[in-house]
């Protein structure tokens, strides 16, 4: 019987077996390995461990989320020499993604019994001295985003309770060294803690350090912690390429509430704490309020008839309310369609959404006839809903920047910008209607996390789709050989936050732009113009005379083909890599395309280069 | 694990990435190019999440064919 790549990619969803992806692993990567488009990196482990395990099964869960990995492994505990002494294997590997798997086995020393409290400072700060001088080096020198593994608790507990809350205690001491960790990734950029004293808990203690690993094989995590950990790194792995969804799309009778609103009236749905399972719904919604308040777009797709679906909102026990949701299908159409048109409507891709339904025949039939879809198995009983969503970890993000939690807004919002524009006959008096305002300048500190995140997942309007981690673009903006501008747009109906990016890199008299992208939020509203007048501002200040613009055709930026064409560059002919060179001579006086977007003051704070290279180089 | 013999090679087929019914029980381990740390550790996990059973790499060294692996498994098995 043939295995598709689809059946494996269901094979590692949860509810999975464990047993069966330990034993059909080899197979499942070769399946894996035959998607297209896989996005590529190259990731550094370094052990305080054996982590052959953690390579193999890192590289299956990366391969599902669509990242191919390249690896490199440091010798079992060298984690520290390889960096110490700058390992040329290490060096020359120039990892995109470091990560170091220590374990509580590599604390150094642990407190003596009865050890003074300013002792066990002293001990802490030693302890964060010398993984501080490994995470500052990977940083310095290798310039990779570093993902670090908290500590797990030791297995053995020779003092008991008192292990928790004495100062000397190793479960005390262990839980304070996390919180110091913590700290460190508060306060840096590109640093993000792997969490596994959480993983070790969910797995459960007992299951997570079996004693025969580690004596056989110096194993710090048991094979089938090894899973629950590499499907963690996987995640935030895949939220650094940007490859997290954005949108939750929900049905509603018996999902997000007991009952089916049309035959029992909004006065007779299960939901509140007065009820078991009404609380269980009411648990749910406020799940889904959490992921939207940090930015998770809403949509509702349900069969139902409009009035009576939105009906349901007003039960007095619903945490959800109508404008949480940025788009509202309730009608008889079949649900693939309507999640379609959720899409269209929003100007997100299908990859970008999740369904969650109770009803197993419309899950699978959006399964079966949108596959981009990510349609999790919740069952039909709401308590396991969340854990299941939390299980994907559709959602995790690097970070939470202010961008994230306005884009409901911006949503809702777009919905009033739509219906503006209907009023128009002419779209230049829309536009005009809008009092756009601009902010451009090149990349600054505050919005290095967006700007990573936007280039790993625009797709549509990108000229070359290419990808840069963390600390690749913390290094071009510190660069004077590149040209790279920001692009935030705000109009009257509120701020759309930072939709533009452009890294050009200049040779002498001419700039080759090497990527360019858009968020789609603002597509038509000219700020392409917007950016290009400052791009040209830039070239003049820097007596640069031409621009060289690269288009590589992707299967989703077919959008921008035309792009460099309207903007009166010439063709210049095809690169090996199946790209287009576009030119453009740089004029002495340059009219302003932009019509109806006022660049802000900030903009030109923001296009003074000493001002912003000083300010880029304080944050690194 | 399953103790049924044929069960165990079509599993210890997949451990080892071989197309099912390759394995015939007589094979010597030192022979089977997949037969590293990493489908050890598969097969001792297995053993312990399928069946309960114990095994230690230190048993293993005395196995010197896939029928061998099953003679351990099936051991532990009923000793447990």
């Known amino acids: 019987m043939t295995t598709l790549p689809s059946d494996v990619l269901k094979s590692v969803r949860f509810p999975f077996v464990v047993a069966d992806i330990l034993r059909k692993r080899q197979m499942m990567k070769r399946e894996l390995l035959k998607q297209t488009n896989l996005v590529p990196t190259r990731i550094a482990i370094l052990g305080g461990s054996t982590t052959t395990e953690v390579k193999s099964m890192l590289e299956l869960f990366l391969l599902a989320q669509g990242i191919q990995p390249t690896f490199y492994e440091s010798g079992y505990n060298r984690y520290s020499e390889d960096v110490q002494f700058e390992n040329p294997d290490l060096w020359n590997f120039k990892p995109s993604i470091v990560f170091i798997h220590t374990t509580w086995h590599n604390i150094s020393a642990f407190p003596e019994l009865l050890e003074a409290d300013v002792d066990v400072e002293q001990r802490i700060r030693r302890e964060m001295g010398r993984f501080e001088f490994l995470w500052e080096k990977i940083h310095a020198e290798l310039g990779a985003l570093i993902i670090q593994n908290n500590f797990d608790l030791p297995g053995l507990r020779p003092l008991g309770n008192l292990e928790a809350s004495e100062s000397f205690g190793r479960v005390n001491f262990v839980l304070r060294l996390n919180a110091e960790f913590a700290s460190y990734a508060r306060n840096h950029s590109r640093f993000l803690i792997n969490d596994i004293l959480y993983l070790s808990a969910q797995v459960g203690q007992a299951e997570w350090f079996r004693s025969t690993y580690w004596y056989s094989f110096h194993m710090a995590v048991s094979p089938i912690g090894t899973v629950a950990l590499a499907r963690n790194v996987a995640a935030m792995v895949k939220s650094v390429y940007g490859k997290s969804k954005k949108c939750l799309v929900l049905d509603l009778d018996n999902t997000l509430w007991g009952g089916v609103i049309g035959d029992d009236g909004v006065q007779n749905l299960i939901l509140g704490r007065d009820h078991p399972v009404g609380e269980a719904f009411l648990d749910f919604q406020r799940y889904v309020k959490g992921l939207q308040r940090r930015g998770v777009i809403l949509a509702v797709c349900s069969k139902n008839d409009l009035e009576n679906a939105k009906e349901g909102f007003s039960h007095p026990d619903s945490v959800l309310k109508l404008e949480d949701f940025s788009a509202f299908k309730a009608n008889w159409d079949p649900k693939p369609d309507n999640i379609r048109a959720i899409a269209t409507e929003l100007n997100i891709g299908l990859d970008s959404i999740v369904f969650v339904d109770d009803n197993p025949a419309e899950r699978d039939f959006v399964a079966e006839q949108l596959p981009e879809v990510a349609v999790p198995n919740v069952g039909a009983d709401v308590s396991s809903f969340a854990e299941v969503l939390e299980q994907e970890r559709y959602f995790e993000v690097e970070k939470v920047v202010q961008d994230d939690l306005n884009r409901s807004a911006y949503y809702s919002s777009n919905a009033e910008r739509s219906v503006g524009q209907s009023r128009f006959s002419d779209y230049g008096e829309f536009l005009a209607s809008l009092e756009m305002t601009a902010e451009i300048g090149p990349f600054a500190p505050v919005y290095l996390e967006r700007i990573t995140q936007l280039i790993n997942k625009t797709n549509q309007f990108n000229l070359t789709t290419r990808r840069y981690t963390s600390g690749e673009v913390v290094a071009i903006a510190q660069d004077p050989s590149f040209i790279t501008l920001y692009g935030r747009l705000a109009d009257k109906f509120g701020d759309n936050g930072l939709v533009s990016v452009l890294i050009g890199q200049v040779f002498d008299e001419t700039v080759h732009v090497n990527l360019w992208l858009m968020s789609c939020r603002v597509l038509k509203r000219e700020m392409e113009y917007a950016m290009f007048d400052v791009l040209i501002e830039q070239c003049q200040a820097r007596g640069i005379r031409k621009i060289v613009g690269t288009y590589i055709p992707s299967k989703k930026n077919g959008m921008v083909a035309s792009h460099y064409a309207g903007l009166d560059f010439r063709f210049m002919g095809a690169t090996s890599e199946g790209g287009e060179l576009w030119g453009y001579d740089v004029p002495a006086t340059y009219s302003p395309r932009t019509r109806y977007i006022r660049k802000t003051a900030d903009t030109l704070l923001a296009t003074s280069p000493s001002a912003d290279n000083e300010s880029v180089a304080s944050e690194a | ?80």
Do not use: H
């Open chain 2, 1 to 80: 694990m399953p103790m049924n013999r044929d069960e165990f090679l079509l599993e210890m087929d997949e451990i080892l990435d071989l197309p099912a019914g390759t394995l015939r029980g007589n094979e010597k381990l030192e022979e089977l190019q997949n037969w590293d740390s990493t489908s050890l550790i598969t097969f001792i996990a297995l053993a312990e999440s399928n069946n309960g059973v114990s095994i230690s790499p230190g048993q293993i060294v005395t196995c010197a064919t896939v029928a061998d692996l099953l003679r351990l498994a099936q051991a532990e098995s009923s000793a447990s």
